[in-house]
Nanobody
Framework: QVHLVESGGGSVQPGGSLRLSCAAS????????MGWFRQAPGKGREGVAS???????SIADSVKGRFTISSDNAQNTLYLQMSDLKPEDTAIYYC?????????????????????????????WGQGTQVTVSS
């Protein structure tokens, strides 16, 4: 079991910055990767950024160059630094974790997933924090 608590959301003007934090507790030793997702009103949940336990990262094209994912040394706090925010970034932002190994198979070849922007590949979620970008 892993407990995830997000913080740092709020309202900001276009072009502004925010840093989200996610505090992880519980069986954190068994994590394979962690990530940030967001869900705008009337839309599905989409992957924003992911961080593997070995430091690999994945960033969605929609936020590449503006958002950065990182963690503290113990990897018990996950961060999402967001800059040059746009109104279309308005959403509830969720922190997520994968406990245990995740495998993807294609053409009979299977490999271990190091980072993921796929909702179904996560098994623990935080409650979310609202980010609103508006003038």
């Amino acid at each position: 079991q892993v407990h995830l608590v997000e913080s740092g959301g709020g309202s900001v003007q276009p072009g502004g910055s925010l840093r989200l934090s996610c505090a992880a507790s519980g069986d954190t030793y068994d994590r394979s990767f962690m990530g940030w997702f967001r869900q705008a009103p009337g839309k599905g949940r989409e992957g924003v950024a992911s961080l593997g336990m070995d430091g690999d990262t994945s960033i969605a094209d929609s936020v590449k160059g503006r958002f950065t994912i990182s963690s503290d040394n113990a990897q018990n706090t996950l961060y999402l630094q967001m800059s040059d925010l746009k109104p279309e970034d308005t959403a509830i932002y969720y922190c997520a974790a994968r406990l245990g190994k995740q495998t993807r198979c294609s053409g009979g070849v299977c490999s271990t997933v190091k980072t993921s922007l796929v909702v179904d590949e996560y098994n623990y979620w935080g409650q979310g924090t609202q980010v609103t970008v508006s003038s």
